[in-house]
Each structure stands twice: as C-alpha cells, then as structure tokens.
C-alpha cells in the first residue's frame, strides 16, 4: 500500500522560510511525477511545483523565484524548499506522486504566514 508521509509545515512570519518534505514508501511502480500542490479555504486545490523523474521543474507563477522543488529517486522523496514566504501562501500543502496511471495523495500539512 502506497504511503506519503509529509512533514515541514508550521507557522512562520512572512519573508520567513519552510521546507516541506515528502517520503513515498510502498509504491510498484515507477514515480514520473512528485510535486505539491495546495488548498486555501474557500479555494480550489492549485499546482505549486512539480517535478519529473529527470529533474525538469514546473512552478505555478506566484511562486517563482521564491520556491525550490527537488527530489531524490533513490528515496522517493520530494522537497520543497519556500523562501520569501507570503500571506498569500498560507494554504495546505498536499504531496502528489505520478507512475503512468497512478495518483496518490499526502494527508496534507498546514503552512500558515503571519504578516
């Protein structure tokens, strides 16, 4: 059975910095795709980064420049690294891994920033 342990979130000022990390255990197949994605109340669950097994990235605009997606194959594990920090990113933060027809999802962690 496939498991995303997620962990990271937390309260931080705004201009602060989080990195919120991802642990995929369990899976058969082969990971394509790991990324993040987020929910802020009242709005629909939005892309933030995404990144394929060869490394290519995909940021979501708001976020460019302020934030890092890495994964490393070996571990199944995905991070990503939020700088800059903004009220506007205060949100759940949802692990997501991609083999050719599968989708999993983390249970979610909570990032809140303070202005």
Request: glycine share 12%; hydrophobic share 30%; charged share 15%.
């Amino acid at each position: 059975q496939v498991q995303l342990v997620e962990s990271g979130g937390g309260l931080v000022q705004a201009g602060g910095s989080l990195r919120l990390s991802c642990a995929a255990s369990g899976s058969s197949f082969s990971i394509n795709f790991m990324g993040w994605y987020r929910q802020a109340p009242g709005n629909q669950r939005e892309l933030v980064a995404l990144i394929s097994r060869g490394g290519s990235t995909t940021y979501t605009d708001s976020v460019k420049g302020r934030f890092t997606i890495s994964r490393d194959n070996a571990k199944n594990t995905v991070h990503l690294q939020m700088n800059s920090l903004k009220s506007e990113d205060t949100a759940v933060y949802y692990c997501n891994i991609r083999g050719v027809s599968e989708v999993y999802w983390g249970q979610g962690t909570q990032v809140t920033v303070s202005s």
